[in-house]
């Protein structure tokens, strides 16, 4: 069975200050690992994918990952929030032992002070 | 080229009555996934389409919830004698082809039962 932890519910940061939102996994085989946001009322939007290749993942505006499979880790990292970051976020993990069904963490709210 | 979109955006209903949800994935894509989205939480695996077949529905929660997708591409997520605990967001993900893991998600159909 694959889950995630996503061991902060709520995350608040000034903008322009660095963003690290904590994502725990656990994976019997070699898992895909992903960081989806979604804004208010949108649909889920992919930021990046870790499949197997590098362990650094780089992702769409500005955000990074970095797989550490001795700590079973996968946190997201921004270095200077912006306004727009204010969103949802989720950690998924897949393997193909289920048909790559995804299983998402409950989720991380960003706000973004001014 | 177009995503993946879901029809309607909002669907109203009364408890007991019978509800039909629409997904049309990205053109092209084989393997389509239905999730749940309960308020303030991570979607949830509802049932996964390889082609025009289920190849796994353990994600639906009772008999009341059944899918189709008769010739491989449009799916109909249907409900019968809903109950006020379906309230949710029901999201529609494509992706390519069974083994690849990336899905790509539609904007969602919020249900609510009175």
């Known amino acids: 069975a694959q889950s995630v932890t996503q061991l902060d519910s709520h995350v608040s940061v000034s903008e322009g200050t660095p963003v690290l939102l904590r994502c725990n996994y656990s994976?019997?085989?070699?898992?895909?690992l992903f960081w989806y946001v979604q804004h208010p009322n949108k649909g889920l939007q992919l930021l990046l994918k870790y499949t197997s290749a590098a362990t650094l993942v780089k992702g769409i505006n500005g955000f990074e990952a970095e797989f550490k499979k001795s700590e079973t880790s996968f946190h997201l990292t921004k270095p200077s929030a912006h306004m727009s970051d204010a969103a949802e976020y989720f950690c998924?993990?897949?393997?193909?032992?289920?048909?790559?069904?995804?299983?998402f963490g409950a989720g991380t709210t960003v706000t973004v002070r001014a | 080229g177009a995503g993946v979109s879901q029809t309607p955006s909002n669907k109203v209903t009364e408890k007991g009555k019978y509800v039909e949800l629409r997904c049309d994935p990205i053109s092209g894509h084989t393997a389509l996934y239905w999730y749940r989205q309960s308020l303030g939480q991570g979607p949830e695996f509802l049932i996964y389409?390889?082609?025009?077949?289920?190849?796994?529905d353990s994600g639906l929660p009772n008999d009341r919830f059944f899918a189709v997708r008769p010739e491989g591409s449009v799916s109909t997520l249907k409900i019968q004698r809903t109950e006020r605990g379906d309230s949710a967001v029901y999201l529609c993900?494509?992706?390519?082809?069974?083994?690849?893991?990336?899905?790509?998600f539609g904007p969602g159909t919020r249900l609510t039962v009175l």
């Open positions: 998924v993990v897949s393997d193909w032992s289920n048909d790559y069904k995804l299983s």
């Open positions: 994976s019997s085989y070699s898992p895909s």
């Open positions: 993900a494509s992706s390519p082809a069974r083994g690849t893991d990336t899905q790509y």
């Open positions: 389409f390889q082609g025009t077949g289920a190849a796994d």
